[in-house]
T-cell receptor, first 115, second 111 residues
Framework: AAGVIQSPRHLIKEKRETATLKCYPI?????VYWYQQGPGQDPQFLIS???????DKGSIPDRFSAQQFSDYHSELNMSSLELGDSALYFC??????????????FGPGTRLTVT | EDKVVQSPLSLVVHEGDTVTLNCSYE??????LLWYKQEKKAPTFLFML????IEKKSGRLSSILDKKELFSILNITATQTGDSAVYLC???????????FGQGTELSVKP
């Protein structure tokens, strides 16, 4: 079965640079969530999109922005990178338009290292 | 503020042992509770619980939710070394469906 695809899997950037992370949800899933997981920490919710509209916002810095496109893939844009942005960034997708509860499936993550 | 607390934070057992992992929560407008297994990569979905008292089972793993006491347990019987991982509990509320994670329980199963 197709899973959530994230690219790139690894990314090394310097301070003050910009990074773009991409997420391709499971086919037919309409909702994308972004999470940030620092070393030894639990995933923290950043932002989510449902049907290409932002549906919820968590602890996402103003330096970050994201969007969901017409094909449902999503991109997380990170500018003015700081050392503290080094983390695993997970994308998860779910199918929200149908009634009932739906689990979120996680992608493999992008490991961002800021030097 | 919404909160999910897991215990213990770490656990070391031997193969064949049975373990119980705990998850308690304080969440406004609870919708569901999910368990994930994370082995140095993406969290892998295990269970989603929405109703109290109904046990979900998959092989040696099982889980149950108590919405009155606001907790869930994840049981693993006859543990194997391959069960070694961090087990994450997460709760979903009405606010857009985001997951609020606990700190995780790091389980280590020794041969």
């Amino acid at each position: 079965a197709a899973g959530v695809i994230q690219s790139p899997r690894h990314l090394i950037k310097e301070k003050r640079e910009t990074a773009t992370l991409k997420c391709y949800p499971i086919p037919r899933h309409d909702t994308v969530y972004w999470y940030q997981q620092g070393p030894g920490q639990d995933p923290q919710f950043l932002i989510s999109f449902y049907e290409k509209m932002q549906s919820d916002k968590g602890s996402i810095p103003d330096r970050f922005s994201a969007q969901q496109f017409s094909d449902y893939h999503s991109e997380l844009n990170m500018s003015s990178l700081e050392l503290g942005d080094s983390a695993l960034y997970f994308c998860a997708s779910s199918l929200r338009r149908l009634a009932g509860e739906h689990e979120q499936y996680f992608g493999p993550g992008t490991r961002l290292t800021v030097t | 503020e919404d909160k999910v607390v897991q215990s213990p934070l770490s656990l070391v057992v031997h193969e064949g042992d049975t373990v119980t992992l705990n998850c308690s929560y304080e969440v406004t407008n609870f919708r569901s509770l999910l368990w994930y297994k994370q082995e140095k990569k993406a969290p892998t979905f295990l269970f989603m619980l929405t109703s109290s008292g109904i046990e979900k089972k998959s092989g040696r793993l099982s889980s149950i939710l108590d919405k009155k006491e606001l907790f869930s347990i994840l049981n693993i019987t006859a543990t194997q070394t391959g069960d070694s991982a961090v087990y994450l509990c997460a709760v979903k509320n009405n606010q857009g469906g985001k997951l609020i994670f606990g700190q995780g329980t790091e389980l280590s199963v020794k041969p």
